[in-house]
């Protein structure tokens, strides 16, 4: 399977990057064909980078057109080495990547005080909060997610895919979790529902699923 | 006389703000301090219905910062008390004809003259609120207990602390004890877990409230209200008088004995 995909990734905060691995031109339009419309909203008004490797940058210019047909526009190309590739497109070698990629070290950031309604924070890395966040406020960590208080906003921990974060609250009551490119819905029935005695959570992906289990069940796994 | 300017607002619409603005402006006048309200919901005007005032309108707020009549012409003095003055809302205009700097120079000209200049805000976190938060020294907020008004509510506060509006209280108006405690309703304590700002006070669902906006006549002149008992304490707070948590309880008590058994949980 590994090594003819064509895959969509999202880039920390930067945007999304198309990663196109099969050599056949035919096969390369099929794939983006199907996986396009499921993402084509995530990919407006954002930066999308094309990926490229040494058997397939000769269609660089015909993959751009066809995803220009399909609504996306690529803000630039990845390629390893740029040698041969012809295009109107900017182009980035994977070496400058991976020096920007360096630099941009992941930390923790702190915020004291609730987050309310309306409210975001964005954060490349973990992120810790020291307060409530309030109903529609939305935060986003590239790493975990420690909400010190009540979480009744919509987290996404892991933001750009890494399905290792983890969020975790003293009183964990969202409407939505997002880890990774995973998504999970409060059942109905506990939407508008005031826990009396929370206790402290811990959400989590395993096999694929987002799985919510008390803290300290979930320090015994680990 | 530097005075002090007052901004009601809530965020959701329909939840008291001017039901709330009345009884406070008339409220803070008996006791004897020298009040002007303000209707700034542009377009859509109300306070001077419920303050009974509507018959006497000839210039409103949009007059003066246009400057097509002086100050003193658009304040309409009250009819009970002559510490109240209003100055109305323009109805045949909408948020747009007035900016925040205007309204700013015009709560510093009232100043010289008022004790407390308070703000009727409009719904929304539009431009009319905008105008109405920013020359504010204080912001009550209005709420119910419903979600939706408390999510609008929390909302709101997001917007004022980052207007750096740091001097807020909450008023959290219409609750009903009996649905609190069939659990139907939020309790006092359930909104201030959500906003956590501090309690200025709580005014019980009043059914009169309708009858009393329809003669003109807000519930703090009507000695058996149970809501013009609530605005009076609330009242006593603005006035700095250290009225504590557990007076509300107190006062209530005989009037609403099924609000006190239920806070005093």
Redesign the interface.
């Known amino acids: 399977m590994g090594g003819s995909r064509v895959l969509i990734r999202g880039k920390n905060f930067l945007g999304f990057e198309i990663d196109i691995e099969p050599d056949n031109l035919d096969e390369i339009k099929k794939q983006i064909a199907s996986v396009i419309p499921a993402s084509a909203h995530l990919l407006k008004n954002t930066v999308v980078t094309l990926k490229l490797n040494d058997s397939n940058k000769r269609f660089a210019n015909d993959i751009v057109q066809f995803l220009k047909e399909h609504g996306v526009t690529i803000n630039a190309i990845v390629v390893n080495n740029r040698k041969d590739l012809k295009t109107d497109v900017p182009v980035i070698e994977t070496a400058h990547i991976n020096l920007l990629a360096d630099k941009n070290e992941k930390e923790v950031a702190t915020y004291r005080g ?6 975001l924070i964005r954060v490349n890395g973990d992120l810790v909060i020291v307060g ?1 966040v ?3 406020a939305y935060v986003y960590a590239t790493g975990n997610i420690f909400v010190l208080g ?1 979480l ?1 906003g919509i987290p996404h921990a892991g933001y750009g895919g890494d399905l290792s974060a983890i969020i975790f609250a003293f009183n964990l009551n969202p409407p939505q979790i997002r880890i990774g490119d995973l998504i999970t819905r409060a059942p109905e029935d506990q939407l ?1 529902g ?1 826990s009396k005695s929370p206790v402290a959570e811990v959400a989590y992906v395993q096999d694929g699923n987002i799985i919510i289990s008390p803290y300290d069940e979930w320090l015994k796994q680990n | 006389m530097a005075g002090k300017v007052i901004t009601i607002t809530s965020g959701k619409g329909g939840v008291g703000k001017s039901t709330t603005t009345a009884n406070l402006a008339l409220g803070l006048a008996l006791a004897g301090k020298r009040v002007v309200a303000v209707d700034l919901d542009i377009g859509l005007r109300n306070l001077d219905m419920i303050l009974g005032l509507e018959n006497r309108i000839v210039y409103d707020v949009v007059n003066i910062v246009e400057k097509a009549c002086k100050l003193n012409q658009a304040l309409i003095k009250d009819k009970r008390t002559d510490n109240l003055y209003l100055i109305a809302a323009a109805q045949t205009r909408d948020k747009s004809a007035v900016n925040a700097q205007q309204i700013i120079d015009l709560t510093n000209e009232l100043k010289q003259s008022f004790d407390f200049i308070i703000l009727d805000s409009p719904a929304g976190i539009e431009s009319g609120f905008k105008n109405a938060m920013l020359p504010a020294d204080e912001v009550i907020i209005v709420t119910t207990p419903e979600i939706s008004a408390v999510r609008d509510a929390d909302r709101v506060i997001g917007i004022l602390e980052s207007n750096e509006k740091n001097e807020m209280s909450l008023i959290i108006n219409r609750i009903n004890p009996v649905l609190v405690k069939k659990g139907d309703m939020m309790s006092k304590d359930d909104v201030l877990q959500v906003l956590s700002i501090p309690l200025l006070g709580i005014v019980p669902e009043d059914s009169n409230i309708v009858s009393y906006t329809n003669i003109g006549e807000p519930s703090i002149l009507h000695k058996d209200s149970k809501s013009g008992k609530a605005y009076k304490n609330i009242v006593q707070r603005l006035l700095g008088h250290d009225v504590p948590l557990m007076d509300i309880m107190e006062e209530k008590k005989g009037i609403l004995k099924s609000i006190i058994d239920f806070f005093k949980e």
């Open positions: 609730n987050l309310r309604s309306g409210q409530n309030n109903a529609n009540a009744h508008k005031v």
